[in-house]
């Protein structure tokens, strides 16, 4: 039966600089497995769309511009994403990856959720269509 | 300091304002060090300041069922309990501001004042939790309130007065009475912790168990000024040990380091030890607390006979 | 509400209470400081899960499932994945299935230096809980660089893996483990030692095992009454046939026994740890599983860190499941609170509640609605949508 059984610990955190990680003055390099935001390449993608269905919370939508050509923009609601990289395994093509560099992903703005990715023509010609700026996949052609 | 005109000694120095001043530096000392022991950061200076300020704009809520004017003038009362206390008690390392003999159980009481005043302030409301709490503030007080005042008794004894200042100036000039009644320093800086609610002894206001004791239902100004009131209690029993048992305060310097020693003390004690059970508080202190006390008291009569 | 006759008072705690980090409602009789009678009401983080799992499909399930709780997330995906994987006939490959053991384990001994924390809190002995929690960072940050967040892994896909452990991955896991294994000995050196700690524990909460059976009580909390119930000993699952677990036991049964048991564990998760990575299988990381699952029911049951998790999926050949019942180990250990609360002080509550490491979220599956005659039934689907048409007509 003993007092004071953490005072080695006490005495110690004297000499010692806090554990605290004083964010957001300073950071620490993120884990390179980091789920951090999506990022889809047009150039492998075949308009499989299992991404899409495989999702938990719908925050993947494909829309096509072009199917013979291969054209498409990929719609994603960040603020629906669980990053949990399902989308990225079920892509047998590689099209997907979550990056581990931006995942400070706050924003008071909802706009700022809903990123398009794709060649720049292809999302300007989205963007063009009537509607389109409409949530919740009723742009789809 | 008697030429100092009454209102400046109450609103300024070294009752009022400074007080007030000293128990939100303090509070920040106690956090921080704690904080410090515990590896972490700790708050930043102006944070108790903050407190207060941030308390004091919010809107007072009373709760249904409670005696109105009881509710609202409690805190008034513990906070000028506290206060009042310093007038008699050697702050900053100066004469107390007032004087007469037995001056030492005046200021002792007005510092229970303020912890009574909690008790009723819990039993005033008809909130379980803030039953409990009063009862457990009640309890607490009945346990360490008497070994506490034989502590600071034995300085009293071989001072041969009842005068605070006589006490003091008897410290002064005689070696620290640290080293020779080192039983009565220990039951006199483990009480001001009792007296204080600290750590291990919060058992009043165990936040786990019930929410925050007899203070659950005080917010706004009530709560700021009883805070206030803690904190004041802080400082003017940190004086007052150190003046006893630290070989007196000489000068403001002396009166910083010695009760910030005793301060860094406290709060290496509050992080060491897990919450005691109220009815564990109670035998501690009228089983260990009590029996030490009287066996030091004893040993004085006894020397000071022969 | 407070009966003053007789001296007798009810203090609830909860739903909204410091010492509860979930909503639930607790109410005891109190005579003084003495508990003289205790009730427990759950159903507040009632989140419908189980009928959601309906309309999604068992790729999507998978992620659903894992946020039934955000402490033991990977045990309930690893359970739904085994299951759906036996109802599929495909068994995933060994290094996925070691793979998904090592996570388990890692997230067991994130569970158990947490709960140390949060019952150090309940005792009052905050130094205690900052440290263990600034340790428990070193786990927290293994599981990020392994499967890329510290919470809610996923690393589990249907038919195996998705993440890999590599050399430098391994090297790290094993550092982390040696530190956190010194600092677990100075934690069970202050538990067992320290007498204020003592004074809050010892004693308190006793759980006899003929006690822990009768009430069904399962994970650390029976295990600390002598009940030698372990689903990774007595039904091994995953990789768990290749590694030796020993179950750990106490006889004492009170709270010291159950900090004690928690801790003793954690050395046998950071044994287990290093076997695994030790004698890490190669291979592949997933197969193929179909997206239908054919027709089909399962019993699932893993050791979460609380207990014995247990999922029934049933299948009917679609790619959605029929139905998925869920029954998390903190349903079962609520019962020993309210028996054991008898007769203890009001200041000892928090710690029974913290002994049995309560996990609400994880509990609420089932609603039951109180009549008020007094009588009581079970509401059917068509039921509840009656009720939600009619009170909001």
Not at chain 2, 85 to 91: D, F, K, N, R
Not at chain 2, 209 to 217: M, Q, Y
Not at chain 3, 229 to 234: P, T
Request: aromatic share 10%; glycine share 8%.
């Amino acid at each position: 039966m003993k007092m004071g059984t953490m005072l080695g610990d006490v005495i110690q955190s004297l000499f010692k600089p806090p554990a605290t990680e004083r964010y957001p003055f300073e950071r620490r390099a993120a884990p390179e497995r980091l789920r951090g935001l999506l990022r889809y390449d047009p150039t492998k993608c075949v308009g499989c769309q299992l991404c899409v269905r495989d999702c938990p919370s719908n925050a993947l939508e494909l829309i096509v511009v072009d199917k013979a050509a291969k054209r498409f923009v990929l719609r994603y609601h960040v603020d629906r994403c669980t990053f949990c990289a399902q989308c990225v395994v079920s892509c047998r093509f590689g099209c997907l990856k979550m990056t581990n560099e931006v995942w400070e992903l706050a924003s008071p703005d909802k706009d700022q959720f809903i990123l398009y990715y794709g060649n720049k023509s292809d999302i300007e010609s989205v963007l063009a269509r009537p509607f389109s700026r409409l949530v919740d996949g009723s742009a789809e052609n | 300091m008697n030429a100092i005109s009454p209102l400046l000694v109450l609103l300024f120095f070294p009752g009022g304002l400074f007080i007030l001043a000293g128990g939100l530096a303090y509070e920040w000392v106690d956090r921080k060090l704690v904080a410090r022991f515990q590896n972490r950061i700790g708050p930043r200076w102006f944070q108790p300041l903050a407190d207060v300020a941030k308390l004091l704009a919010k809107e007072e809520i009373v709760p249904d069922g409670v005696h109105a004017g009881l509710f609202v003038g409690l805190p008034l009362v513990a906070l000028a309990g506290a206060l009042t206390a310093a007038l008699y008690v050697p702050m900053a390392g100066l004469k107390p501001a007032f004087s007469f003999t037995g001056d030492l159980i005046v200021a002792l009481y007005l510092l229970s004042l303020m912890t009574l005043c909690t008790g009723l302030a819990g039993a005033n409301t008809a909130d379980r939790f803030s039953l409990i709490g009063a009862t457990r503030t009640l309890t607490q007080l009945f346990s360490y309130e008497a070994p506490f005042l034989l502590s600071l008794l034995g300085p009293a004894i071989v001072a041969g007065t009842w005068r605070i200042d006589q006490i003091h100036l008897y410290a002064q000039s005689h070696p620290w009475l640290l080293l020779t009644q080192p039983v009565g320093f220990l039951i006199a800086i483990v009480g001001l912790m009792g007296k204080l609610e600290l750590p291990p002894f919060d058992a009043p206001e165990a936040e786990t168990e019930i929410v925050s004791g007899a203070l659950t239902e005080y917010s706004g100004r009530g709560l700021a000024l009883f805070r206030l009131g803690k904190n004041a209690e802080l400082f003017i029993g940190l004086t007052l040990v150190a003046a006893f048992y630290l070989g007196g305060l000489v000068n403001p310097l002396a009166f910083l380091l010695k009760t910030l020693g005793l301060l860094f003390v406290m709060a290496g004690l509050q992080s060491l030890f897990a919450r005691l059970r109220i009815d564990q508080t109670v035998g501690l202190w009228w089983r260990y607390g009590a029996l030490l006390a009287l066996a030091q008291l004893l040993v004085l009569i006894i020397f000071r006979g022969v | 509400m407070a009966n003053q006759k007789g001296s007798k008072f009810i203090i609830p705690i909860g739903p909204q209470h410091p010492a509860l980090k979930e909503p639930g409602h607790f109410e005891f009789t109190v005579d003084g400081e003495i508990v003289t009678g205790a009730s427990v009401r759950l159903g507040y983080v009632h989140r419908g899960i189980e009928k959601a799992t309906e309309g999604r499909t068992w790729v999507q399930n998978l992620y659903l499932l894992e946020r039934v709780c955000g402490i033991c997330s990977h045990v309930h995906a690893m359970a739904y994945v085994l299951g759906v994987e036996r109802l599929a006939g495909v068994d995933a490959p060994p290094r996925a299935q070691a793979i998904r053991t090592l996570t388990a384990e890692l997230e067991r001994v994130h569970s158990h230096l947490l709960w140390l924390g949060v019952a150090a809190h309940e005792a009052g002995f905050d130094t205690l809980f900052m440290y263990s929690w600034r340790d428990r960072e070193t786990v927290m940050d293994i599981l990020e660089s392994l499967t890329g967040n510290r919470v809610n892994y996923s690393v589990n896909v249907l038919g195996g893996v998705k993440v890999d452990v590599n050399d430098a991955l391994r090297d790290t896991i094993l550092k982390g483990m040696d530190f956190l294994e010194e600092r677990t000995r100075h934690y069970l050196n202050v538990v067992t030692t320290d007498s204020t700690f003592l004074a809050r524990t010892r004693g308190i909460g006793i759980m006899t095992a003929a006690q822990a059976e009768e009430l069904g009580a399962v994970g650390p909390t029976a295990r600390a009454s002598g009940v030698a119930r372990d689903v990774r000993v007595d039904a091994p699952y995953a990789y768990y046939p290749s590694v030796d677990v020993r179950i750990v036991l106490a006889q004492a049964g009170d709270l010291a026994a159950r900090f004690v048991v928690r801790i003793q564990e954690l050395f046998e998760s950071y044994r287990l740890i290093r076997t695994i990575l030790d004698n890490l299988p190669q291979g592949e990381l997933e197969v193929r599983v179909s997206r239908r699952i054919p027709e089909g029911e399962t019993v699932s049951r893993v050791e979460a860190p609380r207990g014995e998790l247990f999922y029934f999926i049933k299948a009917n050949g679609s790619d959605k499941p029929e139905r998925i019942k869920v029954r998390t180990p903190s349903l079962c250990n609520f019962g020993t609170v309210v028996a054991t609360a008898i007769g203890h002080k009001l200041a000892d509550m928090p710690m029974l509640l913290a002994g049995i490491d309560p996990c609400f979220s994880c509990n609420d599956r089932m609603v039951q609605v109180i009549d008020q005659n007094g009588a009581s039934r079970l509401w059917s689907w068509e039921d509840l949508v009656r009720h939600g048409i009619e009170t909001y007509r």
